[in-house]
Structures are given as structure tokens and as C-alpha cells.
Nanobody, 129 residues
Framework: QLTLVESGGGLVQPGGSLRISCLAS????????TGWFRQAPGKAREGVSC???????YYTDSVKGRFTISRDNAKKTLSLQMNSLKPEDTAVYYC???????????????????????WGKGTLVNVSS
């Protein structure tokens, strides 16, 4: 079965940047929509960004213009470039993949944690001075 492992999290100052990555093993990312989700202390898990099978990018409003999602050419690594980080971005970030119909084009579907089938264990991003 597909295993996902995140890396790249850590402590960063407000306004700084981080790039977190997700490596797939036991399979590839070719069959799935792939995304990043996060959960801050005391808050529900939320979708951050997701990449559809057609290559469409979806972002939650709070990160638009600051975060960029991407996959490598081999479709085995998912990354999230995070710029202009804010304290409210502090959370455990999870890589996740799921089967989402190509007919779906709404961000609400792609950013819904409940539609994802495989999850990594998360990497902590702490934005603090």
C-alpha cells in the first residue's frame, strides 16, 4: 500500500519561508489527487492546497498568493513552498492523497480532508519569532 512521509518542517520566523515535501513509497502518486492539510492546536483539520489529476491547483483563501503546491516529474514527490509565513500558519502539516473525480472542479471538494484515503504522519511547522 502507498506510504507517505513528510519532511522539511521546523521553526521559522514570521515572514520567512519553508518548503515541505512528501515522499511516496510502495506506489506512485499518479492515480490520486494530492494535497496538503494542516491542523493547529485546538482547531479542526483543514485543507491547505490540493493538486488535481488534471494539474489544477486549489488553495484555501488564507494561503493564496503565499503557498505553491507542486509535484516532481516522476509523480513520486509532493511539495509545498510556503512564503511570507504568519504565526497563524503554525500547525502540523499532513500530506494526503485521494481519488477525486475529474468532474470535480470546486475547491471545497479538493480541500475536504474526508475525501482523502492515504495520509502521512505529519511535519510540524512552527512560525514564531
Amino acid at each position: 500500500q502507498l506510504t507517505l512521509v513528510e519532511s522539511g518542517g521546523g521553526l521559522v520566523q514570521p515572514g520567512g519561508s519553508l518548503r515541505i515535501s512528501c515522499l511516496a513509497s510502495g506506489g506512485t502518486l499518479d492515480y490520486y489527487a494530492t494535497g496538503w492539510f494542516r491542523q493547529a492546536p485546538g482547531k479542526a483539520r483543514e485543507g491547505v492546497s490540493c493538486l488535481s489529476l488534471d494539474g489544477n491547483e486549489y488553495y484555501t483563501d488564507s494561503v493564496k498568493g503565499r503557498f505553491t503546491i507542486s509535484r516532481d516529474n516522476a509523480k513520486k514527490t509532493l511539495s509545498l513552498q510556503m512564503n511570507s509565513l504568519k504565526p497563524e500558519d503554525t500547525a502540523v502539516y499532513y500530506c494526503a492523497v485521494g481519488f477525486i473525480s475529474r468532474a470535480a472542479t470546486d475547491a471545497e471538494t479538493y480541500l475536504n480532508p474526508d475525501v482523502m484515503q492515504f495520509w502521512g504522519k505529519g511535519t510540524l511547522v512552527n512560525v514564531s519569532s
